[in-house]
């Protein structure tokens, strides 16, 4: 599963703390996201989508 | 927090208790005595080390603990039980070939289980959780 956390990340203009902070969880593991290294739980998926202001299929990207 | 303090605690009194076998048990110094010794300082390294990185995510205003970091520890255990296993037959292979005493086996057998551990969390760490 790839996604696209990294570029929407850029495009809004966080920090992987930020992100991390605000979805809740530790900032390696969005390391571990945007690496690729971590498939994230719905819920988590979910979150992360919903800041983005995208639905989980345009984030994540199910090879 | 409270998980980091605890490891602490702990990793000081394992600490405490190699200090008390080295200065006052039947510490021989052989290179045996010196690998277990050093086998069970990486282990209390691995311990500190978790309990710092949980402080730091603590003073980052960040959990201690999140999804992933529970995925790796359960990847890691069940990997370590895994290998574990086939470590305590090569015990007991080790058991007849040998003249070593009972409490020196198990101890050494419960020494390797920590290190599979920390290393299995290592290559969790590494390669992703996806490994496995």
Known sequence: MDNRIRELR????ISQLELAQIVGVRR??????????Y???????????????????????FN | MKKAIISFIVSALVLAGLALW??????SGNAGEILMGAIVLVVVG???FLGVSRL????????????????VMTKASSLAYYISIYLW?????????????????VGTG?????????????????FGTKIG
């Open chain 2, 46 to 48: 691995f311990a500190v």
């Open chain 2, 22 to 27: 080295a200065t006052k048990g039947r510490f």
């Open chain 2, 89 to 105: 037959l090569f015990v007991m292979y080790i058991s007849d070939k040998t003249s070593l005493e009972a409490h020196s086996l």
């Open chain 2, 110 to 126: 419960i020494l390797g289980m920590a290190v599979t551990f920390v290393l299995c969390w290592l290559g969790v760490k590494a």
């Open chain 1, 39 to 61: 498939n994230p739980s719905l819920r988590l998926a979910h979150d992360v989508a919903k800041h983005f202001g995208l639905p989980i299929e345009e984030v994540f990207i």
């Open chain 1, 10 to 13: 850029a495009r809004l203009g």
């Open chain 1, 28 to 37: 390696e593991t969005i390391v571990f996201l945007e690496k690729g290294k």
């Open chain 2, 56 to 71: 730091r995510s603590g003073l980052r205003r960040e959990p201690c603990e999140d999804e992933m970091s529970r995925k």
